[in-house]
């Protein structure tokens, strides 16, 4: 079973938004086996399991035709174990970056959202969980204005960041140059996303999205439009 194209969403929005008069969860579940019963884990440990999240998630997949689904709790027990190790769509919620990334390791989940997503499994990430399939998390550490990076996934070789337009993109763009070109950055607007491809192309969903690299002695910025 080759790898899914993964979907990295700055927020909730893209769940109920339609392409070609399907909904995004429809179609990114088209590439699945068909002959398999389509099970569908929502992992909310980013935002501390708040059901409030999980129930907009069990909407949109309501309106995708989605029954079959579980949230996953941040205990990690037998039964959503057993659950998250034969979910063929497993969506990342949004939420605190660090919080979530350390649930995963603490409890053994990273590993099976790794197995998963290896056998064919779509994977989601809305928000902090965008930012968690990517190369690194910039996190703030408390009572001081610096940043850190955090190792994440690495399914995606970018560094991602979410709806932080209005502050044009300046903690990414300044992470970039720390990197001094070790890593390309990826921001995503609010109410866009990306769809990243096997390949690694990067295709935009909605919104352009914003790329930084470091280019010589500077970040240079631009837009990934639809058919770039």
Known sequence: M????????ADSQLLFWKRQDRLLLESACDGLAPDTPLAA??????????PEFYEIFAAAADASGIS?????????????????QRAQLIVLAGGDVRL??????NTGMKDVIVDRYAH??????????????????????????????LELFKLIPLVID?????????????TIELLNGAATGLGIPSGGGVIVHADTTVEPLRRPAHEFRFVGTRVTHSLVCAGS
């Open 100 to 105: 979530g990334w350390n649930t995963f390791e």
């Open 120 to 149: 064919g499994a779509v994977l989601v990430g809305v928000s902090a969980g965008a930012v968690q399939l990517g190369r690194y998390g910039i996190v703030g550490t408390s009572g001081s204005p610096v940043t850190e990076l």
């Open 162 to 174: 979410t709806h932080d337009e209005r502050a044009g993109w300046t903690r990414l763009s300044r």
């Open 68 to 84: 079959d689904r579980r949230m996953i709790d941040s205990a990690f027990g037998p039964a959503d174990r057993a659950f998250l």
């Open 41 to 50: 884990a929502y992992i909310g440990a980013s935002n501390g399991d708040r």
């Open 2 to 9: 080759s790898v899914q194209p993964l979907y990295l969403l």
